[in-house]
């Protein structure tokens, strides 16, 4: 069914990623996320933020988006999205995360998985025009919806 959306929210605070409030945004669908968590102090800082989506009931889908637009500073960067992915890992699936997910978490590229009625995604968006070829990596944790036919 998910995840309590009061105990979904608070996941990452100790990471300094705190949501805002649990809300409807588009009819049956309710989500929460935090504010951008600069990483580093570069000029153009790389950055992570947390997200929560679902229903009134239950939280669907918890997601981590990095920002690296310093890929030569990247190694922080990722050091945070990993440190981030263990805790929320941990939480959603209670057991501690797979080396295979913190290796493309580290190496920084896309790969997906299932684990019970749970769907593990890490994808990786190269900035092509981005003048230091910066890129996100996005984790996405959730529940498989089985749909009947």
Not at 59 to 73: A, G, H, M, R
Not at 100 to 112: A, H
Request: with cysteine.
């Amino acid at each position: 069914m998910g995840w309590s959306p009061y105990k979904a929210k608070e996941v990452l605070a100790t990471e300094g990623l705190i949501t805002g409030y649990y809300q409807p945004y588009i009819e049956e669908e309710w989500s929460a996320s935090s504010n951008y968590f600069e990483i580093d102090d570069n000029v153009i800082p790389n950055n992570i933020a947390y997200y929560i989506e679902g229903n009134s009931h239950a939280v669907e889908t918890l997601k981590l988006n990095l920002n690296v637009n310093d890929p030569e500073n990247a190694g922080s960067a990722h050091a945070k999205m990993v440190s981030c992915a263990k805790l929320l890992y941990r939480f959603a699936l209670n057991e501690d995360i797979s080396k295979t997910i913190l290796d493309v978490l580290f190496v920084g590229k896309s790969n997906e998985l299932q684990i019970g009625d749970k769907f593990i995604s890490v994808y990786k968006n190269c900035w092509h025009e981005h003048r230091l070829k910066g890129y996100n990596l996005k984790l996405t944790i959730g529940i498989v919806k089985h749909t009947n036919k």
